[in-house]
């Protein structure tokens, strides 16, 4: 089976000037399944995020001490002293993980007003932020492999109108590895998968038979990019040795929307923390439990969409 495409040919468009034009900015996502935006987002508050990740990682001696930590250079050595099963999916274990996840400033960027006036652009109505929020903190190890070609909606379901938010926590060239998108493969429907060993998920999109192009573009802090919850997107390899790449993804979609239950639970914790448990300490009350306060529909878990796969080319 041969998955491949060819290669990337085509650069971000800049969705920016489209905020104030909604009928265009909604014509286009619709088209291409993925709108990109340049220097939206608050870079003081990225950076803020970026330093509390790297001090956490540098507290367990994975950032090398030859550099400022902010740059955030990887101690090889000690990075690939992880064993390998700890740093598919996350990037790091699964306690240094929990540690970022109780980052009260981690989770408020979801609820950055620009965010969420995008995506009420988008939606023509509120937006939901999922309370699933996830950090990429990609080291340099030597076990790691980049994310394959895939779609969100095999592992989140609610409504397919869900879309994920993508920005890095600092400047990211494609040499550093950022997200390329499949431009109009949301088009296509839920694909086909196969397993990939390695990666996020664990699930690569079967893109056999698809006449179409990669977009991909370098990303400097503030950038976003946002994307249909069938849009196949993946990670570029990581070609600079030791730095180490910080992102997030999150999820919105319209509040009118049902969702799936699993989007309300914390990421990564699968019963092994709760939202108590991250909360302890924080400040804003705000961004704690509410989606309770919208008595959001419930959608039931499909599970014969995550496993459509195996298809022969």
């Known amino acids: 089976m041969d998955n491949a495409l060819k290669p990337a040919s085509k650069s971000f468009v800049d969705s920016t000037p489209l905020l104030k034009h909604p009928e265009a900015l909604q014509e286009r996502a619709e088209k291409s ?20 990740i790297l001090e956490i990682l540098n507290s367990r001696g994975l950032v090398s001490q030859y550099h400022p930590v902010d740059e955030g250079i990887a101690d090889y050595d ?30 408020a960027l979801a609820h950055q007003p620009a965010l969420l006036e995008l995506f009420a652009v988008l939606f023509g109505e509120a937006a939901l932020p999922h309370p699933r929020n996830i950090a990429r903190l990609m080291l340099p190890h030597e076990s790691v492999k980049t994310t394959p070609p895939h779609q969100d909606f095999i592992h989140i379901q609610g409504t397919p109108a869900t879309w994920t938010a993508w920005f890095p926590l600092g400047d990211c060239s494609k040499e550093l590895g950022g997200l390329a998108i499949l431009e109009g493969s949301h ?8 397993q990939h060993q390695g990666g996020a998920g664990g699930l690569e999109a079967i893109l ?26 993946k990670a570029q390899p990581n070609r600079m040795g030791n730095k180490i790449r910080l992102s997030c993804d999150f999820r919105y979609q319209p509040l009118s929307q ?41 959608s039931e878990w499909n599970e014969t969409v995550r496993w459509q796969k195996d298809k022969i080319c």
């Open 208 to 233: 056999c038979e698809l006449d179409l192009e990669w977009a991909e573009g370098d990303y400097q802090l503030g950038d976003v990019i946002v994307f249909h919850s069938c849009t196949v997107h």
């Open 187 to 194: 088009q296509e429907g839920v694909l086909h998968v196969t």
């Open 78 to 107: 000690q990075v690939n002293k992880l064993p390998s099963e700890a740093v598919v999916g996350y990037g790091v274990p699964m306690d240094l993980y929990q540690e970022v996840q109780k980052l009260e400033a981690f989770h």
């Open 33 to 52: 399944g993925y709108l990109f935006f340049r220097n939206v987002l608050d870079k003081d508050r990225l950076l803020e995020v970026r330093k509390l």
């Open 258 to 298: 049902p969702i799936d239950q699993g989007s309300l639970q914390p990421h990564g914790g699968r019963g092994l923390y709760t939202w108590e448990e991250l909360y302890e300490g924080w400040q804003d009350k705000s961004i704690q439990y509410y989606w309770e306060r919208h008595g959001m529909t419930l």
